[in-house]
């Protein structure tokens, strides 16, 4: 079908899905946490409540649907990402610029972030609540400071631990996601739909 040494087939397929993966991995590692982190310092506030609205409507929306509604909402009603593919149409592969290739890339990297945020965020938002209670904020708030200084002094060091052991674990469920991703987008990683190589790929 592609008229390449198998390796090769897998080999390409196989670094465009890494990169979406790691991409992608990180930015909800990184956005899960920092998110937690302000929700769990301000519970109750109101920007607990849309931090925490958001995380479980994220947690319970199918990858799928995300991906469709983003390629409706971002590329094809605002114009402001490409609709698929790593590159654009009838530019061969080995002509296509980075920047072009960080255009195409981030919109699924965006979208598959998304859903491995929520968990993060949550369990981030509990073990600081946990420690927003606990004597040694307790005994912190005595000394006068406030909730910011408890949550950077205590709060980071408190949860940073299960929330990288949470983004390991996360990594299956991101896997899967990337797949139905991929043929969302028609990214060509190993969940895009197999078809023949050519120049609009």
Not at 29 to 37: I, T
Not at 125 to 146: K, N, P
Not at 156 to 167: E, K, Q
Request: proline share 4%; hydrophobic share 50%.
């Amino acid at each position: 079908m592609y008229n390449q040494p198998v390796s090769d087939v897998i080999g390409q397929r196989f670094q465009r899905s890494i990169v979406l993966l790691a991409g992608a991995w990180l930015v909800s590692a990184l956005l899960g946490f920092a998110l937690g982190v302000m929700a769990g310092a301000k519970e109750g506030s109101p920007l607990d409540n849309v931090i925490s609205t958001y995380a479980y409507l994220t947690a319970s929306t199918p990858a799928f649907w995300l991906a469709m509604l983003a390629v409706l909402l971002f590329s094809v009603t605002l114009g402001w990402a490409p609709t698929c593919c790593a590159g654009p149409a009838g530019v061969l592969d080995q002509d296509v610029t980075l920047a072009t290739r960080l255009h195409h890339l981030v919109l699924p990297v965006a979208t598959l972030a998304l859903l491995g945020i929520a968990n993060i965020t949550l369990h981030t938002r509990t073990r600081m609540i946990e420690l927003m209670r606990s004597d040694v904020a307790t005994h912190a708030f005595a000394q006068g400071a406030s909730r910011f200084d408890v949550a950077w002094r205590h709060g980071l060091r408190h949860a940073s631990l299960p929330a990288v052991t949470l983004a390991f674990a996360s990594l299956g469920e991101l896997f899967g996601g990337s797949i139905l991703i991929e043929q969302v987008f028609a990214y060509p990683g190993f969940g895009a739909s197999h078809r023949r190589r050519g120049p609009a790929q």
